[in-house]
């Protein structure tokens, strides 16, 4: 079974700065997408960013950028110039590839606070 | 263009009943997906719905069951309440596609 660990329960960044966020993940698939997802406390889950398994190149969205390192099983989310509305909980998901019946699979969550 | 919307918001049912969720899939989409969110972790895959029929299911007990209806929009049933049920309810939409789309949540409450 695919699971999904996020061994940071919270961070903190000052606003503006630059904070990174930690994910790995165990797989037996070879193909597969990894997601980044934001939960603000109003509670929508929002998607921050996505890597499909198949591409070397890092996905990049705005400030979001992700360290994907297939080998290692890992992916990180690098967020940059953070600003306060960045604080919420950041989900890392996995979701097997093929077909059209995407489960995902969540990690436990990294709590992320900005201070001014 | 309506997104995912979920109702009620909150809801507190007492042991041993048992409790409805509504899901309404956001424009245009054909899948519904569940996941059950304890507090201070990750959503968990319930089940997920295509064509008014379940497609795959989570490690959840017969207790949970669904419902999708003909204009794609979804239930979620849970029978003879425990209190470890208690926990944010999401629904996610979705179109021949990963990207899924997730509705504001129900959060339920057992007493």
């Known amino acids: 079974a695919q699971t999904v660990t996020q061994s940071q329960p919270e961070m903190s960044v000052q606003e503006a700065e630059t904070v990174t966020l930690s994910c790995t993940y165990d797989?037996?698939?070879?193909?597969?997408?990894l997601f980044w997802y934001k939960q603000p406390p109003s509670r929508q889950m929002i998607l921050v960013i996505r890597q499909e398994a198949y591409k070397q190149q890092n996905a990049t969205e705005n400030r979001f950028s992700v360290n994907f390192q297939k080998a290692a099983k890992s992916f990180s989310l690098k967020i940059s110039d953070s600003q306060l509305g960045d604080a919420a909980m950041y989900f890392c998901a996995y979701a097997k590839s093929g077909g059209s019946n995407y489960k995902l699979t969540f990690g436990k969550g990294t709590l992320l606070t900005v201070n001014p | 263009d309506a997104g995912v919307t979920q109702s009620p918001t909150h809801l507190i049912k007492t042991r041993g009943q048992q409790v409805t969720l509504r899901c309404s899939p956001k424009s245009g989409h054909d899948t519904v997906s569940w996941y059950q969110q304890a507090l201070g972790q990750g959503p968990q895959f319930i089940f997920q719905?295509?064509?008014?029929?379940?497609?795959q299911r989570g490690n959840f007990p017969d207790r949970f069951s669904g419902h999708q209806f003909p204009n794609y929009s979804s239930e979620l049933n849970v029978n003879a309440l425990l209190l470890g049920d208690s926990a944010l309810y999401l629904c996610a939409s979705s179109l021949f596609s990963y990207e899924q789309y997730f509705g504001p949540g129900t959060r339920l409450t057992v007493t």
């Open positions: 797989t037996s698939e070879s193909d597969y997408y």
């Open positions: 719905y295509y064509e008014e029929e379940e497609r």
